[in-house]
């Protein structure tokens, strides 16, 4: 039993204010929590615990949470004014400055004679009469704004710069207010029918989505106005910017529901959600319906499926059982059964994109299935709808299940193949194959290449796959010709890179990527073939040897890159995985010499590198790729939503930018833009990936042209991400050297690193048995130490300003010095940390190490640390001056050897701070300052 088991909470908030005084937040934290649980009574103690955890919710920066027990606090004792004080402070902090005048003026009527509280309430008085006079200058430009955007027969090119200032004063809370109180809602739901202008159409869009963001109250009054069906119908569009400004005010409008973001790694509320539970429910279930509108355009359907795509995984807002509730697995299976060329009666309209989309959906809808009665669910629906299609054996039904099953099998692949393995679907598909019938022969040609994915699961189609493979690779029709090469590529690639394995004879996989090659240059060939093209290549660049062809096939490598600058999700996979193989950016087995030893022994294969696969081949590779482009390939690429797809991309980018030469073109082309989000959102390694691009983009380049804006802000997060024990050393030491240089930009990066956690995780590697990742980090500290919040971290009660002394004498020169500047930038600005100095046991030698450095860098700064320790305080200065430090000072000032003037300077400059304590004085005899005793009592210290 621990001793802090039978505290009062009395004690606890003792111990509290112990931690407190310490500066340990998190530690006050839990006792004043503690303190609370056992406080029953609506009392004045109780008030006390919760205005002390407000606190200490300021200090951590938690200022809603500061609120919230200030409010408690009130509750229990009004107006009183330690709790108005506090709530007010957390109020200024968010900009909420009407409300925080509001309680300081609550204040001087309660207690007159605060005098804290006086200068306070003249700063907000100032700022909420600017703020005033600036909602007065705002509504003017609204109104005016107004006028010209809806004059409805004005001239076209001003209505769409009024409309474009007003979705600029939209993103700013005065004029959102102004606006939403002008009644822009209406007149833009007014205008929207009549309007002949799509650009205006869209601004409006993105106006009410501006309206709605982080305001529940607004949000809510907007939706009662226009109503979920009026956002459905502004879907329906071909032009892509109408289609993404009506998906992005619905997702605004969840965000708001939900507590989320649009940012990757945003959580959603669980307070909010279940408050707005019928709300949120009702947008996601309309959006479901919608998915088999046979009115709407096919990029009004991805756009939909995108939206519930991004919202079902339990990491949003965790809706994928009711959509397999309310029957949604059969309208996306309908939607995955459409073929884009093939149009019947109550077909659909999709694109080239749509079935992508929908495999991913379904694959999402799957993950989320994560107990075996719900993957029973989805697997049933499934089996249902297959069922239902083949009651009535047309060949339209036919087709249509095939295409389905192709699409899951690109999907959620456990339950593609287990539909495969039914009784007669198989046969039915080898069937379709050997038919006359094209469209048949495409389509079970498709089925077939996608049920190759797993060898081991598939064996009975890949054997009778083969000879219909090779038959209709015979056929005169290009589309069935190259889906047959594709299936053929697949079956040849299956073993991977080890070089000993050839399921073809020798030199076939080289003729099959030449025929790949002749339909991917092909300027005369539709997309779609030079698609399947590319995804032959992804199989066959396993083989190093077309690898190696194909990087120094200019034209080609140039045709798959234009390929997916089209941005067409269906292309994803086949470009980003044959550029994983040219990258060799795959899981790499590791051979360990004794295991390869007893595998011979055993008589087992040992997989085999080839040799174009060596290191060298690889860097020219990624070069080569740079300078082609690949980057702005990979940008376009990056907006899909399947996670591995984002892995792969990451894993592209991270290879190319492990070459410096080619980390400029990454920036120039976009990467670091892409790169932000597949950071923050994806599979384990593919973010871990992404980062360490990252990561080495801002090693290299300057972080401010790397990551303009607030992009510097955002990339902290995947750099701390990457101090890890589960991450590699090397992935370690780029995140530490990419913060150094991030913490060397200004003062507002560097609070971040330290708001995101970074400190702790930073300061961890200094400890670390490894030279290269201890100066790192202590490199990142020096340049921290600007920060006047990272000077409080050595300030409060542990023994961080005892081993930076300690690192000033380490061996290695750049961590001394790293160390040794960090300790004189402390000194500097803080009293306590020159006190402490005084913890280390060696703290003299060190001094002496730095002082008669024969490096002058080094050991300026150790003279600026003495300086700076002279200038604190006598008692200070007293034990400095009683060692022989004086003695160094003084043959430092007169030292011919010296040739840094700096040097000599400072050291006359820390014997006159002595003399002004009156601790030494100039002997007229001698010319030498002499020590004198003296009382040092120095009350100013006493607390």
């Known amino acids: ?248 005010c619905l997702q605004t409008i969840l965000n708001t529901y939900s507590g989320m973001t649009n940012k990757p790694d945003s959580k959603p509320n669980k307070d909010l959600c279940d408050k707005y539970n019928k709300e949120i429910d009702t947008i996601l279930s309309c959006l479901l319906y919608s998915v088999t509108n046979r009115t709407i355009s096919g990029l009004a359907r991805d756009a939909i499926i995108e939206l519930i795509m991004r919202n079902i995984h339990y990491t949003a807002l965790n809706w994928a059982e009711r959509l397999v509730e309310l029957h949604g697995l059969q309208r996306l299976m309908e939607v995955a059964s459409e073929l884009e060329e093939y149009k019947y009666e109550s077909s659909m309209e999709i694109t080239s994109s749509t079935r992508t989309v929908t495999s991913v959906c379904l694959a999402r809808i799957y993950e989320n299935m994560y107990y075996d009665a719900a993957k029973e669910k989805f697997r049933n629906a499934i089996d249902e709808y297959i069922k239902d299609k083949l009651l009535t054996p047309d060949i339209e039904s036919k087709v249509r299940v095939v295409v389905a099953i192709t699409t899951l099998l690109l999907g959620p692949l456990d339950v593609g193949n287990a539909i495969i393995a039914k009784e007669g679907i198989l046969e039915m598909i080898l069937v379709m194959a050997g038919a006359d019938d094209v469209l048949q022969q495409k389509v079970a040609c498709e089925c077939i290449v996608a049920a190759a994915s797993k060898k081991d699961k598939a064996t009975t189609i890949i054997n009778q796959g083969v000879n219909i493979l090779k038959k209709l690779y015979q056929s005169k029709d290009d589309s069935i010709r190259v889906r047959a090469l594709v299936g053929l590529c697949k079956l040849g690639s299956s073993g991977g890179t080890d070089a000993t394995i050839r399921p073809f004879a020798e030199g076939a996989t080289k003729k099959l990527a030449e025929a790949c090659r002749r339909f991917l240059i092909n300027p005369k060939k539709q997309k779609d073939m030079r698609k399947w093209a590319v995804e032959g290549l992804s199989y066959l660049t396993f083989d190093a040897e077309v690898k190696e062809k194909l990087i120094a096939d200019v034209q080609a490598v140039q045709a798959m890159i234009e390929l997916a600058k089209t941005g067409d999700q269906s292309v994803v996979y086949g470009v980003v995985t044959t550029l994983v193989n040219l990258c060799n950016a795959y899981d790499k087995q590791e051979l360990i010499p004794e295991m390869i030893e007893l595998a011979k022994f055993a008589k087992h294969h040992i997989p085999e590198e080839h040799e174009l696969d060596d290191i060298d081949f690889v860097n020219k590779r990624l070069i080569a790729l740079a300078k082609a482009g690949v980057t702005y390939a990979l940008v376009a690429l990056s907006k899909t939503e399947s996670q591995n797809s984002k892995e792969l991309i990451a894993r592209v980018f991270n290879a190319i930018c492990s070459q410096q030469d080619a980390r400029g073109i990454v920036v ?266 003296q009382n040092t009592n120095n009350l100013e210290n006493l607390e």
């Open 1 to 248: 039993m621990t001793k802090t088991t039978n505290l009062t909470a009395q004690e606890w908030k003792e111990k509290g204010n112990v931690e407190f005084n310490k500066g340990n937040w998190s530690e006050a934290l839990s006792c004043y929590t503690s303190a609370l649980k056992l406080a029953n009574e609506d009392n004045s103690d109780k008030a006390i615990y919760y205005k002390n955890r407000a606190a200490t919710y300021l200090k951590q920066e938690e200022y809603n949470k500061a609120i919230e027990d200030c409010d408690k606090a009130l509750k229990i004792c009004p107006n009183d004014p330690k709790a108005l004080f506090r709530k007010c402070q957390a109020l200024e902090a968010l900009e909420r400055y009407e409300e925080a005048y509001r309680d300081a003026r609550y204040i001087i009527s309660a207690d007159p004679g605060n005098k804290a509280i006086q200068p306070i309430a003249a700063r907000l008085h100032e700022i909420v009469q600017e703020r005033y006079r600036q909602n007065s200058r705002v509504s003017a430009k609204v109104a005016q704004m107004m006028d010209i955007a809806f004059e409805i027969k004005g001239d076209n090119e001003k209505r769409e710069t009024a409309m474009n200032n007003l979705l600029v004063l939209a993103r700013e809370r005065a004029g959102a207010e102004i606006m939403f109180n002008d009644g822009i809602v209406s007149k833009i739901t007014k205008i929207l029918k009549l309007e002949k202008n799509e650009d205006i159409i869209t601004i409006g869009v993105r106006i009410i989505a501006e309206l709605c963001q982080n305001n529940i109250d607004r949000t809510e009054n907007i939706i009662r106005q226009i109503g979920i069906p009026w956002c459905l119908e502004l879907f329906n569009s071909k032009l892509v910017e109408r289609v993404n400004a009506t998906q992005y």
């Open 668 to 933: 120039q082309q976009g990467g670091a833009k892409a790169l932000l989000p597949l950071a923050l959102d994806g599979t384990d390694k593919g973010k871990k990936q992404a980062s360490q691009a990252l990561a080495r983009l801002g090693i290299t380049i300057n972080p401010e042209v790397a990551f303009p804006g607030q992009r510097i802000m955002e990339v902290v997060r995947p750099f701390i991400n990457l101090l890890n024990p589960e991450c590699s050393a090397l992935e370690n030491f780029e995140s530490l050297m990419a913060l150094c240089n991030l913490a060397n930009v200004n003062d507002s990066v560097r609070k971040r690193i330290l708001k995101e956690g970074g400190f702790q995780k930073i300061e961890a590697y200094m400890y670390e048995d490894h030279e290269m990742l201890q100066r790192a980090s202590t490199q990142v500290i020096n340049n921290l130490m600007m920060c006047e919040d990272t000077v409080k971290y050595y300030e409060q009660e542990n023994d961080r300003v005892k081993y930076l002394v300690i690192l000033c004498e380490n061996e290695d020169l750049d961590t001394s010095m790293a160390a040794a500047g960090a300790l004189a930038m402390l000194t500097s600005v803080s009293i306590k940390s020159c006190i402490k100095i005084f913890d280390t046991k060696d703290w003299l030698e060190s001094l002496r190490y730095l002082l008669a450095n024969p490096n002058s860098d080094l050991q300026h700064r150790g003279i600026v640390i003495v300086l700076n320790m002279m200038k604190s305080t006598k008692e200070v200065a007293t034990r400095v001056i009683d060692t022989d430090i004086m003695e160094i000072l003084m043959a430092l000032t007169k030292s011919d050897t010296v040739q840094n003037k700096k040097i000599k300077q400072l050291a006359a400059e820390a014997l006159e701070a002595a003399a002004k304590w009156e601790l030494i004085r100039k002997s007229e005899n001698e010319g030498e300052s002499q020590r004198e005793s």
